[in-house]
């Protein structure tokens, strides 16, 4: 994925609308997962994860840019050539339920994708949704109800079924268990671990907070304001977040040593993230960064450079902050 | 969406325990535990059956009466033979309410059915395709929705010479906008939703994503309007009727126009008023439940 922009036209007039500006929802993201690997991508509610997510499998038109798919350029597809190329590159969505049409018994939903695919038709369909709800760890019995009946865990695996039933290669996964309870998030995560090793899939796993997809993915994008602002392998950007705002994500999250618990310091962000219709000049986080400088922050756009051996950073500073030169300001760190 | 996100977290957490069944189904049980519902249901069945069975049902003729028994300042009342009494043409008051059950529900049906079914179709291009289609037919059914409806019922009628079939396609036409916005309303809010990208992402193609997911999911609201339309439909056909502009045969019996012929006896026949005035009342009260009970059932917003 090279340059991938989705901007959201504003649009006004009462007869005849006209745009008027533009929600940069994503703004200029290049991003590469490779086969086979989890790819988490990470960010605050509203900077843009969803509209990525969705532009990459082509459910909102990109306004720039490219995605490629196995060779294939997906943003140029023809509609006959984009929908049987849905057939191998699915979503799984936050909401489990509304992602499933209540007038529609889980057989149905299941076999729906076979049909439109011409996969399978009539008993074979029937089989195969069967054989899906195995997969997912689902009774057969499952098959006639429909989804206002199952719990919401039980919902997201009706919902993963449904992805898998064509075999596809790539899975968007959105925030696939932030609506769900605590307590059957890991079940889920499993769930998505195990089908990945047994069917050789490759995840976009997007996310609103680092924990859920430590585990999963080989990379972690962090996303702010439209932007992956920070890139690495995941394990190195859990020891060193070296963008300011990962660093500040980094903090929030709870480490079970009490005592490095009590030394560490806390960053808290203050303020709202900034309209995407109007973008903070300069950097994009310059407005509640607690590393601002006064030099370049506000008015030069930072590049996202390579730092270390698939580590990427968008910040002027990242190297006097990692070496400690750069402290975050005072007002920015209570207690 | 963040409303519709969180509405739906709700409601998952409201029904993650195991109710058998559809949601249809759930609706329907609902409304069968609903005094309202039932209420009205059982005066729209009476009404109905009324209506049906007219002709068992009349003891009388409802068209041949004797005159001989009526002065301007005398009409009988309620009697054994005539339980109602007799009308201004010296007609059994209670047959010709019965019949006038046929000419309402008549009218009703018909014009409703044919108001909705227009006006669903314009709903379903408009909310179904989107863009300039939509722009212009939504701005045509803004321009039918500025004429008050009853005043269009009567230049309709009036235009059309006064007649059971004129009134029907008055009553149809005030209908259409009223279901052709409510259908694409309903439409676009569900076009947005998660099921529906869903079906996109696996590469469902769009006339059937609006027909098998869309459409279907719309209905509910044009149901429960198409419950209280029909109230409005018998009131807006004793309305035109009792102006004159109804059936072309005065000897038809129709309840708003009975109310209209018994202007001068409001002295001496009050009665007169009276019945026909109350039969309307039950009938549109019925539809009027029944369709508030249906708002609740199928709207989880409404249900406590
Ligand atoms: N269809 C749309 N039209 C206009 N703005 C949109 C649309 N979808 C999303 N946005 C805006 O784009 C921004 C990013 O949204 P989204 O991708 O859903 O973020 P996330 O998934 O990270 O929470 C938000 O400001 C949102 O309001
Ligand atoms: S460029 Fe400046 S404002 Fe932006 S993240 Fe780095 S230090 Fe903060
Ligand atoms: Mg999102």
Redesign the interface.
Known sequence: MRGLEVHFPIRKGV?LERPVGAVRAVDGVDLDVERGTTFGLVGESGCGKSTLG?AI?R?VEPTAGTVRFDGIDVASLRPEPL??L??RM??V???????????Q?VESILV??LR??RVATGKDARRRARELLDVVGLPAAAAAR?P??F??GQ?QRI?IA?ALA?NPELIVADEPVS?LDVSIQAQVVNLLEELQKEFGLTYLVIAHDLAVVRHISETIGVMYLGRIVEQAPSDELYATPRHPYTIALMSAVPIPDPEVEDRRERILLRGDLPSPANPPSGCRFHTRCPFRQPTRCHDEDPALRELGPGHAVACHWAEQVATGEIRPHPTAVPS | MSI??SE??L??TE??G???????REAFRQLRRNPVAILGAALITLFVVVAVFAPWLAPHSPTAGDLSQITLSHVPGPSAEHPLGLDTQGRDELSRIIYGARASLLIGVVSLSLGALVGMLIGALAGGLGGWVD?LLM?LMDIMLAVPGLLFAIAVAAVLQPSLRSVMIAIAVVNVPVFARLLRASMIGQRH???V?????????RW?IIVG?VL??SLAPVIVQGTLSLATAIIDAAGLAFLGLGSADPSVPEWGRMLADTQQYLQSAPQLALFPGLAIVVSVLGFNLLGDALREALDPKLRR
């Open positions: 007869l969705r499998l459910l929908r049987r849905r057939a699915q979503m969505f936050q909401d489990p339920l509304s992602s499933l049409d209540p007038r018994n729906e994708p439109t695919h429909y206002h009946e719990s919401g919902r919902g449904r064509l609506a | 519709a996100e739906a977290r409601l998952s029904h993650t195991d109710i058998a069944g559809s949601r249809m722009s701005r939703s998660d099921y990208l869903a079906a996109r992402s696996i590469g469902v193609r059937r997911h279907p999911n």
